[in-house]
């Protein structure tokens, strides 16, 4: 009996969704010096081309949609002239909620890469799953835990530093 082997990132392939994660942890750090949840967002388009890189903005913009994710799609969209982003891919520090989930449903994105889950509003595996729902018009691929510890240590620091001052 024959079994097949689940896929395994390739060593380059591997090092490419580092190096992309690690520009969305640097951009997170910014957020998080400027008082908002340090969560960074970049788009790769074809070719490798940076599209996006964006950080949360919620606090500075007084905004609640101003999240690294919904940012980086607006970015992505008018670099490329559509809104439909089926060959890019977005590297996002936390796992996105559910307003950023369905945004990135529904601009068709080809890869979601994420670097922490969120167990009180992750929106792709952790609470809930949106992509797999009845309600999704798109199947998106999704590869979770690239930087994880660094992802999460950076969020859960920020957040020690604000329960104590």
């Given at each position: ?32 010096t400027a008082g908002d949840i340090p969560v960074g967002a970049v788009i790769v388009g074809p070719g490798d081309t940076c599209l996006a890189a964006t950080a949360n903005h919620r606090q500075r913009a007084a905004d609640p949609t101003a999240h690294a994710e919904i940012l980086a ?93």
């Amino acid at each position: 009996m024959m079994f097949e082997s689940s896929p395994v990132l390739e060593d380059a392939t591997y090092l490419a969704h580092c190096h992309w994660m690690q520009q969305a942890l640097a951009l997170a750090a910014t957020a998080g010096t400027a008082g908002d949840i340090p969560v960074g967002a970049v788009i790769v388009g074809p070719g490798d081309t940076c599209l996006a890189a964006t950080a949360n903005h919620r606090q500075r913009a007084a905004d609640p949609t101003a999240h690294a994710e919904i940012l980086a799609l607006r970015q992505a969209g008018q670099a490329l002239g559509t809104w439909h982003l089926e060959q890019c891919v977005l590297y996002v520090t936390l796992e996105p909620c559910p307003m950023c989930a369905g945004a990135i449903i529904l601009s068709r994105l080809g890869l979601l890469v994420y670097g922490v889950g969120d167990p009180k509003a992750g929106a792709i595996r952790s609470v809930v799953n949106l992509p797999d729902s009845a309600c999704s018009n798109h199947r998106l691929p999704v590869l979770a835990g690239i930087l994880a510890e660094p992802c999460q240590r950076q969020l859960s620091h920020w957040f020690r530093q604000r329960r104590q001052a």
